[in-house]
């Protein structure tokens, strides 16, 4: 017996996205106000972002939210789009990590942006990012000039005024990458980078 409200024909529309829920979940998702189609993008297998011979360009397998999942992600005003897009990026988040990269502003693009710089993150690091005022193309440059930060020293970088372009001019071939906190010690200091390269010994380039 359907509850008061729940036709027949809005309960088979969730059904053919549900893979799986059972009866009592659909009906909560429809009571919720969580439509068909959320459930059906939301559940559905996700191709990343890269080209068709890629081999990673397979379909990911589903994420099997829950029905409070759903009634969750849809109440907080995460759009399927938003999911999807997380997903197509590589990104296989929970549901509350999803929800709070919505509430703290992080959009699909930049996540897939961080994806592309060559950093895989999880959802708190990716907020904390943003919290920070860490943008993609700041790690990408800092990655293209041979740094490998973690996402604490990406934050620490940004929050102590170090620009890419700084720590980038203190890169040289042949010669082991500052720290981090080197990096932040010599801008605090006000050392030009063309004094360290000066300033290094040959020996260490040669070996």
Excluded at 151 to 172: C, H, I, N, S
Aim: proline fraction near 6%; charge should be negative; aromatic fraction near 8%.
């Amino acid at each position: 017996m359907l509850c008061a409200g729940v036709t027949p024909a809005s309960v088979t529309g969730v059904q053919e996205g549900s893979r799986g829920l059972s009866w009592a979940e659909i009906i909560t998702l429809h009571s919720a106000g969580v439509t068909q189609e959320f459930v059906r993008a939301v559940r559905e297998p996700a191709r990343p972002a890269e080209g068709p011979g890629d081999e990673s360009s397979r379909e990911l397998p589903p994420i099997e939210y829950s029905a409070d999942d759903m009634v969750m992600l849809s109440f907080r005003g995460v759009s399927a789009e938003y999911i999807i897009a997380l997903r197509a990026a590589g990104y296989r988040l929970t549901a509350g990590e999803i929800a709070d990269l919505t509430f703290r502003g992080v959009s699909a693009s930049f996540a897939a942006d961080v994806k592309e710089a060559g950093y895989d993150l999880s959802g708190p690091e990716l907020s904390n990012l943003v919290f920070r005022g860490v943008d993609a193309e700041f790690r990408a440059q800092l990655w293209e000039a041979g740094y490998r930060f973690t996402p604490g020293e990406l934050a620490d970088l940004k929050f102590r005024g170090v620009t890419a372009r700084y720590a980038a001019a203190l890169a040289e071939p042949g010669y082991e990458p500052l720290a981090a906190k080197e990096i932040i010690k010599l801008h605090f200091r006000g050392v030009d980078p063309e004094l360290v390269k000066a300033l290094r010994p040959e020996t260490e380039a040669e070996e």
